[in-house]
């Protein structure tokens, strides 16, 4: 199971791109991949081919009007079963004992 962190945005749309973004938050939104949004990107669970198709997806949405898009994408891979996406966050809180902000 991947967890994939992607952080999206065009380069050639001045200092506000949060439209841009939000396109992309759609197709992710739409997608069906479980995902969780953070102010840096949005991470996404699922199998490779899944993920990556949604990246590829983003990007396509974005390179309509965009002549210039980053993406940076972060990757963890671990076998076993879904759900890491949230288990990662319960697993720090309960070590420190005490819920953290989402």
């Known amino acids: 199971m991947i967890l994939l962190e992607l952080s999206i945005s065009p380069l050639d749309k ?3 791109v949060g439209e ?13 991949v ?6 840096m990107g949005t ?7 899944e993920v990556m198709a949604v990246c ?4 396509d ?4 009007d965009c002549r210039r ?3 940076a994408i972060k990757i963890d891979y671990r076998e076993g079963p879904g759900g ?11 070590h420190l004992g005490r819920d953290l902000a989402e």
Do not use: F, H, Q
């Open 20 to 32: 841009y973004v939000a396109r992309a938050l759609d197709v992710i939104d739409r997608s069906g």
């Open 61 to 64: 949405a974005l390179s309509t």
């Open 69 to 71: 898009v980053s993406m």
């Open 84 to 94: 890491r996406i949230e288990e990662k966050t319960r697993t720090v809180s309960r």
């Open 43 to 49: 991470v996404m669970e699922g199998e490779w081919d």
């Open 34 to 39: 479980p995902y969780r949004l953070n102010p």
């Open 56 to 59: 590829r997806a983003c990007l």
């Open 14 to 16: 001045g200092e506000s």
